[in-house]
């Protein structure tokens, strides 16, 4: 071990159990293992939004809100609308079919085993671009209120564009464009 890592690691320490209590949930987390199997919602309510399934896996209320995680099959090619998280960040994982996604201003093309982090205060957007059914793992960090947001969002019956952008802007996120062509 070098001397100054030597030195450095009694400085760092500290900052372990700390870390594994947001990890793990803090005092309140689970005091043991959650398993979600496949094709399940953690809490047997999965949905459908934007064409898209949704399985939430890890819910915040799993991990004292430090994430939520969902498994999302897309059978049609569309995506959200390019936008701003203002309180999370988002992870995305390609596990079947391609996307095609903005971060910023730059184009992202994925596939399957791809992963593409996108943070807060970001503009970003994401569209299928494959035939046949796909499937993205999409985490936001923290879990913030996106379980709610998905929620109230099912329940809008042909909503206003202004309706819409009302219920972004109540859950963190800003509006920032139109949705992204699969072309």
Known sequence: MKRRTFFALPLALPAVPSLAAVLSGG???PATGILVPAGQDRFGKSFTFLGAHFD?????????????????????????????????DEWFFVTAGEFKFQV??????????DSLFGPRNVPHAFVKTS???ARLVIMHAPAGTMETYFAEARQLQNPTQAERDALMRKHGMLPAGPRLSPD
């Not at 090619?77 to 998280?85: F, I, M, N, Q, W």
């Open 27 to 29: 005092e309140d987390g």
């Open 56 to 88: 939430l896996k890890v819910s915040g209320k799993d991990c004292n809100g430090a994430m939520s995680i969902y498994d999302t099959t897309r059978f049609e090619k569309v995506g959200p609308a390019l936008h701003t998280h203002t309180n999370l």
């Open 104 to 113: 910023g201003a730059e184009l992202f093309h994925l596939k399957a085993g």
């Open 131 to 133: 035939e046949g059914p």
